[in-house]
Each structure stands twice: as C-alpha cells, then as structure tokens.
C-alpha cells in the first residue's frame, strides 16, 4: 500500500537558519503531495501541495517540489523564524491506491523548534 | 467562512463506557473524512462521507466505532464500549471533492480522546 516516510524529529533550529525536511513516499499510482502543519494548540492547515511531477508548491516562505524520479517532496525554508515551530506532517492522496477515495496518508511528523 | 469544528476539544472516559465525537464540515463540502492519531504513531485514515454515504470505510478498526453523517451536514463518531487503545487524537476533514487531484481537505482542531 501507500506509505509516506519523513525524517524523524524534533528538529531544533536557531531564527534564521536554513530548514529541510525530507519526506519521500511510494503509491500505487500518481498521487498529490502535501505539507500539513500543526501549530501548538491547533488543528492540521494545509502548508502546501503539488499535484504533478516537478511541481513546486509554496506558501509562507516555505517550498516544496514534487520529484518523481527519487519519490520525495522534500519542505525546505530558507531562512526559519520563532513563528514556524510546529508538527510538520508529509502527506499523499492517491486516488489509484484501490479505495476509490482521495483518503490522505500520512507521516509520523516531524517538531520544529525554532530558538531565538 | 467558518472552517471545521469539532465537538468535545477533548473527553476522558472509563474503559467500557460510550463517546460520541461529533464533526461540523465547511458549509457546502460533500465530503467528510475521519482520522486517528494514536500517540506516537502517523495519522491514519478511519473513513469517507460523500454527502450520506460511506464512500470508504476501510480504516475502521473494529465494530465498536460507527460513524453517521445524517442528511449529509454533520457526522459523529461513536465508540462503544471504548478500550484504552482508542485514546488518541481524532481529526474530521472536509473537502469540496474536486477532480484531478484538486482536492484539498481542511481540518478541525480534533478532540483528543483519553480512555482510562
């Protein structure tokens, strides 16, 4: 079945210093990938997503791009601040997968921890 | 407009006794997903509405959860009669039900569900 992967946390950064979070995945078919992010005390928000190959999505500094040959959808900021400590969750929808569902598949998550 | 609630934040209750989460989707979102988070573990797929009907209900874990969404608005999610590894995290999502990998599903802030 489909499964997502992402780098293990927590992941403790200095303000200003350049993030990446690996996330690869395998799926039966052609899915949609996805960043969730989950700030202390609130619900999952869509960060971004791609829905194709070297698509590139982004929002709020943060960007990502849809790599078919290597399977990855790799976040990466350039430069973290306070505000983005949060679970980052790498996520799929696959709608070929067999349940005739765009059902999201998850990683575990990943904690960042942004230090002043 | 409103975004996807979830009603209780959060329920503590014996192991045997009975908890119904309730879900309000986005106005005008057909589609409603249920998820688990149990601790230290990925977020997993429970099931999928399409408006009333159970598109997919492969996540379920057992028959002691059922799930309704009633005329098609709100759903709830019964566990009866509730085991200690039920305790975890259950989020809804709704979703507009787009093609071509469109789709995006936005959440609620989840109630998190602690059996004793």
């Known amino acids: 079945g489909d499964s997502v992967t992402q780098m293990e946390g927590p992941v403790t950064l200095s303000e200003e210093a350049f993030l990446t979070i690996n996330c690869t995945y395998t799926?039966?078919?052609?899915?949609?990938l996805f960043w969730y992010v989950q700030y202390p005390g609130e619900g999952l928000q869509l960060l971004l997503k791609?829905?194709?190959?070297?698509d590139k999505g982004s929002n709020k500094g943060f960007e990502a791009t849809y790599r078919k040959e290597t399977t990855s959808f790799h976040l990466e900021k350039g430069s973290v601040q306070v505000s983005d400590s949060a679970v980052y969750f790498c996520?799929?929808?696959?709608?070929?997968?067999?349940?005739?569902?765009?059902?999201?598949?998850f990683g575990k998550g990943t904690k960042l921890s942004v230090i002043p | 407009e409103a975004g996807v609630t979830q009603f209780p934040s959060h329920s503590v209750i014996e192991k045997g006794q009975t908890v119904t989460l309730r879900c309000d989707p986005i106005?005008?979102?057909?589609?409603l997903y249920w998820y688990r988070r149990v601790m230290g573990k990925e977020i997993k797929f429970l099931l999928h509405?399409?408006?009333?009907?159970?598109?997919?209900e492969s996540g379920m874990p057992n028959n002691r959860f059922l799930a309704e969404r009633t005329g098609g608005t709100y759903s709830t999610l019964k566990v009866q009669p509730a085991e200690l590894e039920d305790s975890g995290v259950y989020f809804c999502?709704?979703?507009?039900?787009?093609?071509?990998?469109?789709?995006?599903?936005?959440f609620g802030p989840g109630t998190r569900l602690t059996v004793l």
């Open positions: 999502a709704s979703s507009r039900g787009l093609a071509g990998g469109e789709d995006t599903q936005y």
């Open positions: 799926a039966t078919g052609y899915p949609s």
């Open positions: 791609a829905t194709k190959a070297d």
């Open positions: 996520a799929l929808s696959d709608l070929y997968s067999g349940a005739g569902s765009y059902q999201l598949t």
């Open positions: 106005s005008g979102h057909d589609n």
């Open positions: 509405f399409v408006k009333e009907s159970k598109q997919d």
